[in-house]
């Protein structure tokens, strides 16, 4: 899997798995073994998702049978907004305690999920603490406009985000967060990267063309499209053959013409509503 360099030297795969509404060991165990096999080792989870035990337990699983070592994966997981809320931003205990259960001794990225008003700031700068104590490889945050990005910088935090992870697909392209990301090198995870494939975008008539042209499936010219943005799609799937088919996307590249074509189809369309997700966003 090629991988993107971070602001602190640090390398990420270029497509992470989701863990989002997985439920079942069994085929959390088929997947990772699945994306080990295929060299794919990213993965995102939060404590929302009720993800990083089971998650963790099929990483560790593949380190037991030899099929891949700690240093190997990426594992992103978040402060969500009740922990947030619940220490006013302390929230040491909370990352210590999942890496306890877990076992995983460290994260790889660790991400503030929703910027909670009133809290959001000092929960970042007590993720400065935890990322110079090495307790995480590296910080990020989700759902930030750039007076998210502001306001963190107002309340004293010296460390640029490492990522920035946000709803992002063809429908969606967030120009305005992209190029404050693009100027101070922040890598933007792109989550529902596919838009779920609802209706309008799985029959997209000119992502249907483009799947025609380059012998691909609408959500490998979707995927591509990510990629060459510069950003790092977070793929959810249950199936072991859409693991498969969703990381099989270094072999093309969309033109110019066809990558800008798409980026055409922004709407501002998002499924992630932040009054619903984050009153008071």
């Given at each position: 899997m090629e991988s993107v360099i971070l602001n602190n030297g640090c390398r990420m795969p270029k497509v992470m798995l989701g863990s989002f509404q997985m439920d079942d060991p069994a085929v959390m165990d088929d997947i990772v073994a699945t994306a080990v096999k295929e060299g794919v080792f990213g993965f995102d989870t939060s404590p929302s998702y009720k993800t990083e035990g089971m998650l963790a337990s099929s990483v560790l699983k593949q380190i037991k049978e030899g099929n891949a070592k700690r240093s190997d994966f990426f594992i992103d997981t978040k402060i969500d907004s009740w922990q947030m809320i619940a220490k006013k931003?302390?929230?040491?205990?909370?990352?210590?305690?999942?890496?306890?259960?877990?076992?995983?001794?460290?994260w790889d990225m660790l991400l503030i999920h929703w910027p909670q008003p009133e809290n959001f700031a000092a929960t970042y700068l007590t993720m400065e603490k935890l990322y110079e104590e090495g307790i995480v490889k590296n910080i990020g945050v989700c759902n930030f406009s750039v007076r998210h990005f502001e306001e963190i910088e107002k309340a004293g935090a010296h460390i640029v985000p490492m990522v920035a992870q946000n709803e992002i697909h063809p429908l969606n392209t967030e120009p305005e967060l992209?190029?404050?990301?693009?100027?101070?090198?922040?890598?933007?995870?792109?989550?529902?990267?596919?838009?779920?494939?609802?209706?309008?975008?799985?029959?997209?008539?000119?992502?249907?063309?483009?799947?025609?042209?380059?012998?691909?499936?609408?959500?490998?010219?979707?995927?591509?499209?990510?990629?060459?943005?510069?950003?790092?799609?977070?793929?959810?799937?249950?199936?072991?053959?859409?693991?498969?088919?969703?990381?099989?996307?270094?072999?093309?590249?969309?033109?110019?013409?066809?990558?800008?074509?798409?980026?055409?189809?922004?709407?501002?369309?998002?499924?992630?509503?932040?009054?619903?997700?984050?009153?008071?966003?």
């Open positions: 931003g302390d929230i040491r205990p909370y990352v210590m305690a999942a890496l306890d259960k877990t076992g995983l001794e460290y992209t190029e404050y990301c693009r100027k101070h090198n922040i890598v933007i995870q792109a989550y529902s990267p596919l838009c779920r494939m609802i209706y309008k975008m799985k029959n997209n008539a000119l992502i249907n063309i483009l799947a025609e042209k380059y012998g691909k499936s609408p959500a490998q010219i979707i995927l591509r499209w990510h990629v060459q943005q510069g950003f790092v799609p977070i793929v959810k799937t249950s199936s072991s053959k859409r693991v498969i088919e969703n990381t099989d996307i270094f072999s093309f590249e969309l033109s110019k013409e066809d990558q800008e074509a798409v980026s055409k189809l922004d709407e501002h369309f998002k499924i992630f509503l932040e009054s619903r997700c984050c009153p008071g966003y």
